[in-house]
């Protein structure tokens, strides 16, 4: 590993076999400030598969910039996050777990064709109207809201 202490995502993680830079494909976080979250988020995180954040205040997804397109899974529980913008950029998403947030509306996911998994488990989707985006997603196993 460096000795880049300041960000551990800039680390660069290497196999001692081969001595061959290894990629980051699943990363978990927690902080409180989504100054320093999006300072985690930098380019490193392209080929970041599963992405796991708590206890830090992302309202919009957006937030999360255009790095994150080849994310399979995204757990974001307890973040504020209020609207899905940007995740439209995550065609290959096949679980997204955002429990415990203010999401009011769903709309976003509708082209997500990929989804299997979504929980929505305590949020703020009142209008039962959001529940026709679902029937577009013809894979889709398990719902929670």
Same mark, same amino acid.
């Given at each position: %590993?460096?000795?880049?202490? #300041?960000?551990?995502?800039?680390?660069?993680?290497?196999?001692?076999?081969?001595?061959?830079?290894?990629?980051?494909?699943?990363?978990?976080?927690?902080?409180?400030?989504?100054?320093?979250?999006?300072?985690?988020?930098? #380019?490193?995180?392209?080929?970041?598969?599963?992405?796991?954040?708590?206890?830090?205040?992302?309202?919009?997804?957006?937030?999360?910039?255009?790095?994150?397109? +080849?994310?399979?899974?995204?757990?974001?529980?307890?973040?504020?996050?209020?609207?899905?913008?940007?995740? !439209?950029?995550?065609?290959?998403?096949?679980?997204?777990?955002?429990?415990?947030? #203010?999401?009011?509306?769903?709309? +976003?996911? %509708?082209?997500?064709?990929?989804?299997?998994?979504?929980?929505?488990?305590?949020?703020?989707?009142?209008?039962?109207?959001?529940?026709?985006?679902? !029937?577009?997603?013809?894979?889709?196993?398990?719902?929670?809201?």
């Amino acid at each position: %590993m460096s000795e880049n202490t #300041d960000n551990p995502i800039q680390h660069k993680f290497t196999n001692p076999t081969t001595r061959t830079e290894l990629q980051i494909t699943s990363l978990n976080t927690e902080d409180t400030s989504l100054r320093n979250v999006n300072k985690k988020l930098d #380019d490193n995180l392209t080929n970041v598969k599963i992405l796991n954040i708590n206890e830090s205040y992302i309202p919009n997804l957006r937030i999360l910039g255009s790095n994150i397109r +080849n994310l399979t899974v995204l757990n974001i529980p307890h973040c504020g996050v209020k609207n899905l913008d940007g995740l !439209s950029i995550c065609q290959n998403i096949k679980e997204i777990y955002l429990p415990f947030n #203010d999401v009011e509306t769903i709309a +976003n996911i %509708m082209f997500l064709v990929n989804l299997t998994v979504i929980d929505f488990e305590a949020n703020n989707i009142t209008d039962l109207k959001e529940l026709d985006y679902l !029937s577009i997603l013809s894979n889709l196993k398990r719902v929670s809201f």
